[in-house]
């Protein structure tokens, strides 16, 4: 999907700049952390603490509050949000957490039944069909559970090998049917698990080691992307696992990734979580391999309307990767941004490609 006239025309009147490359444009809510972009990149939602979370139209340029939610994060090709409202404050006060959804133009969040045996849950990411997943806990986090909501069957517990160890539901596919996130083993590493129609397949190497934490997943499904692949060499890299036929790729250079393409040849992420200095912004593409994000858009010839180094994270990328959101430090304190790349048409650079 193209920008309309009126996106452009906003972008232009803001902070970004138009060039035939792209567009780069920050985001007017301040302490506003992008989360997701959607599939098909119209949509974008960013967690604001203490007000619950945004949500930015890329056809209209708008940037809208999401009302009575303390938590946002997921996002769906229809623009609907994925959070928790809260009860008595919510955690950050000493309340609970209650799963919730907020679509676009509802006027309050839709609430969700809360999985049996649990005070706390939060959804991270929506499907188109509704699905929506997370983690369920209790006030004291001693347990944690990942699970999956449905309309029509309610919650249920995603199965792992390790039920005495945490767990967590990071992303869902647009269709609903390939989740991805993690399952703590039996010596607390937090090995990157992948649901498949709710059968758990858990990411290892070619030789058998288990995998970190797995991220996000692909708004088609084909690909999941995770952390703490270890390299010959003992640095850290993160990794690409294909759905279909079970192939890792190390992805070197990003300790932290949370975004790919629907065709996997696109990772963003991050230098790590607790970098210090502060983290960087990176992006490995198949052609291009790893490198900061300001050199890919100095590259594309997209013009950056900030200081040099970009400090922060990439956080989502649309399925056809002309879509990037992220966070940034700024001297105006955290802000949110998205770039709209006009990338070469990959349909058919290797002839007829057969149909998704």
Known sequence: MRPSSLAVAIAMAGCGTVHAAGTFITLQTRGAQTTKVSQNGEYLSAYVRGTGGVRWTRSTGAEELVPDMDFSNGI????????????DGGIDNGGLDIPALS????????????????????????SDDGTAVGIAFDSDYVTTAAYSWTAAGGAIELPVDNAAGGTR??????????VAGFNDGTNGFRRGVVWVDRIATYV???????????????????????TDYPMADGSKASWRWNVETGEVTPIPGIPSVFGVSDDGQTVVGATGQFDS?????????????????????TAQGVNIPLPLPLKGSLTSVSGDGSTIGGWLYTSAGIRSFVVLLNLPDRIFEDGFDTAP
């Open 204 to 226: 290892q190497k070619p030789d058998g080691a288990s995998l970190g934490a797995a991220n996000a997943v692909s708004g088609n499904g084909a690909f999941v992307v995770g």
């Open 103 to 126: 679509p676009v133009s509802a006027s309050a969040p839709h609430v969700l039944t809360l999985p049996a045996g649990v005070a706390n849950t939060e959804v991270f990411d929506v």
């Open 277 to 297: 200095p502060s983290v960087r912004l990176f992006i490995w593409t198949e052609a291009g391999g790893t490198q900061p994000f300001s050199d890919y858009l």
């Open 76 to 87: 769906n090709n229809l623009g609907t949000v994925s959070g928790a409202v809260p009860v």
């Open 169 to 178: 539901a990071n992303a869902i596919s647009a269709d609903g049917r390939v």
